[in-house]
């Protein structure tokens, strides 16, 4: 079975950093393209950054573009989203997620940015 793991989420002030990691299972995972998602309280998701197979293509949204960073370590089946300068905007909950058959979403990682 596809499994999707996030861990790394805290709590930190406004200007700090966090690592995100997605620990990815049951399926050829270097295949398939990977993407970070996020959901702040009381919204909808929101796409944050995506990945190819190969990490020879990435592509952020605007309102992270310049501070997070996505990375893939293909031997380890792991995902990565390193946050740099953090703001309160950037609170919600993190989920890691691909795409095969069909979508697959981790649980989810809390980040509290204050």
């Known amino acids: 079975d596809v499994q999707l793991v996030e861990s790394g989420g805290g709590s930190v002030q406004a200007g700090g950093s966090l690592r995100l990691s997605c620990a990815a299972s049951g399926y050829t995972y270097s295949t398939y393209p990977m993407g970070w998602f996020r959901q702040a309280p009381g919204k909808g998701v929101e796409w944050v950054a995506v990945?190819?197979?190969?990490?020879?293509?990435?592509e952020y949204a605007d309102s992270v573009k310049g501070r997070f960073t996505i990375s893939r370590d293909n031997a380890k089946n792991a995902l990565y989203l390193q946050l740099n300068s953090l703001k309160i905007d950037d609170t919600g909950m993190y989920f890691c997620a691909t795409v095969i058959t069909d979508g697959y979403w981790g649980q989810g990682t809390q980040v509290t940015v204050s």
């Open positions: 990945i190819d197979g190969g990490s020879s293509y990435r």
